[in-house]
T-cell receptor
Framework: AQTVTQSQPEMSVQEAETVTLSCTYD???????LFWYKQPPSRQMILVIR??????QNATENRFSVNFQKAAKSFSLKISDSQLGDAAMYFC????????????FGTGTRLQVTL | EAGVAQSPRYKIIEKRQSVAFWCNPI?????LYWYQQILGQGPKLLIQ????????DSQLPKDRFSAERLKGVDSTLKIQPAKLEDSAVYLC?????????????FGQGTRLTVV
């Protein structure tokens, strides 16, 4: 069974600074996707960034980027130029390639952004 | 484009009572998911539909939980009878075809409290 581990229950960053959220996972599959989702107090999960396991190049989306280390099974999220609106729960998730794929989520990291 | 709609937003019931949640996915999305998110944890998949057929219900407690997706559009998740440990947020999500690489869009969830 796949597992996703987020070892940082809470993180804090000052506005305009950079923060890195950690995620490790365990799988025997070779073809899969990794995701970071943001969950604000409204509870609606919002996709932040997605990485395909067969791609060596790290994904980037504006201020968000990942450091994907396949051999180490590590998938960290870097948020640059942090904004107050970035404050939320962040969940790392894993999904196997295919049409019958479900997402396996970690336990989340609560990010606080301070002035 | 309208997002995933869920109702109600909140529900409080006594243990042993029954409750039902409703989800209307994004128009045209073939795949619909129900996730259970217990406080302090990441979402856990309960059931996945592809059109009106069940793809995965391996983690659905079938002695008390049931779900249906008539006509392959909206869906209802029912709990009967409810237990205290069913207190959670129930998230509905949809995606165009269920492929892991395709973004899943989430609703705002229903927060259930069982007393």
């Amino acid at each position: 069974a796949q597992t996703v581990t987020q070892s940082q229950p809470e993180m804090s960053v000052q506005e305009a600074e950079t923060v890195t959220l950690s995620c490790t996972y365990d799988t025997s599959e070779s073809d899969y996707y990794l995701f970071w989702y943001k969950q604000p107090p409204s509870r609606q999960m919002i996709l932040v960034i997605r990485q395909e396991a067969y791609k060596q190049q790290n994904a980037t989306e504006n201020r968000f980027s990942v450091n994907f280390q396949k051999a180490a099974k590590s998938f960290s999220l870097k948020i640059s130029d942090s904004q107050l609106g970035d404050a939320a729960m962040y969940f790392c998730a894993w999904g196997m390639t295919g049409t019958a794929s479900k997402l396996t989520f970690g336990t989340g990291t609560r990010l606080q952004v301070t002035l | 484009e309208a997002g995933v709609a869920q109702s109600p937003r909140y529900k409080i019931i006594e243990k042993r009572q029954s409750v039902a949640f409703w989800c209307n996915p994004i128009s045209g999305h073939a795949t619909l998911y129900w996730y259970q998110q217990i406080l302090g944890q990441g979402p856990k998949l309960l059931i996945q539909f592809q059109n009106n057929g069940v793809v995965d219900d391996s983690q659905l407690p079938k002695d008390r939980f049931s779900a249906e997706r008539l006509k392959g559009v909206d869906s209802t998740l029912k709990i009967q009878p409810a237990k205290l440990e069913d207190s959670a947020v129930y998230l509905c999500a949809s995606s165009p075809n269920g492929d892991a690489g395709t973004e899943a869009f989430f609703g705002q969830g229903t927060r259930l409290t069982v007393v």
